[in-house]
């Protein structure tokens, strides 16, 4: 029977130690960027700004955003985040916000690619609001993480 509970001890100590490491390389990114015209490519002028804040679970690859806008043009009639790219370039939307209408506040949460993960948390991804009068994107921001 001591060596039975000696075993079992031995299994709950080491399972533990197995929580405890795996837990310890989980984190909860936290994210954010500010929203304003002179930051689309090429850079527009208008009162329009806004900001997102986000975390995104390194454990689970889950990104939860919310995002806040107004002054534009015109209403939205696009949004996504947008990746890789630096401040000043281009690129593709990796997560469109599919609500309609589009109107602030936006809340979601999207499952990331390791890829789009990585672009993410190495500072390449952007968020724009797009407008009739700005098809391109009437307002931008480089997600950034929290320091």
Same mark, same amino acid.
Not at 42 to 58: L, S, W
């Given at each position: ?14 399972s533990a130690l197995a929580f405890v490491s795996l837990a310890?390389?989980?984190?909860? =990114? ?10 689309? =490519?090429?850079?527009?002028? $208008?009162? $329009? ?24 043009? $015109?209403?939205? =009639? ?62 931008? $921001?480089?997600?950034?993480?929290v320091k």
């Amino acid at each position: 029977m001591k060596n039975l509970t000696t075993f079992v001890r031995t299994v709950v100590a080491a399972s533990a130690l197995a929580f405890v490491s795996l837990a310890a390389h989980a984190e909860i =990114v936290k994210l954010h960027a500010t929203l304003k015209t002179a930051w689309e =490519v090429p850079a527009k002028e $208008g009162p $329009g700004h806004g900001k997102v804040t986000a975390t995104f679970d390194t454990d689970t690859n889950l990104f939860t955003y919310h995002i806040e806008y107004s002054d534009l043009s $015109g209403p939205a =009639v696009a949004a996504h985040f947008h990746g890789p790219a630096t401040e000043t370039t281009a690129a593709p939307p990796v997560v469109f916000i599919k609500t309609k209408p589009i109107v602030s506040p936006i809340d979601g949460t999207a499952t990331l690619t390791p890829e789009q993960a990585k672009d993410l948390l190495d500072e390449k991804w952007y968020f724009n609001v797009h407008t009739a009068a700005n098809p391109g994107g009437e307002i931008r $921001g480089q997600v950034l993480k929290v320091k």
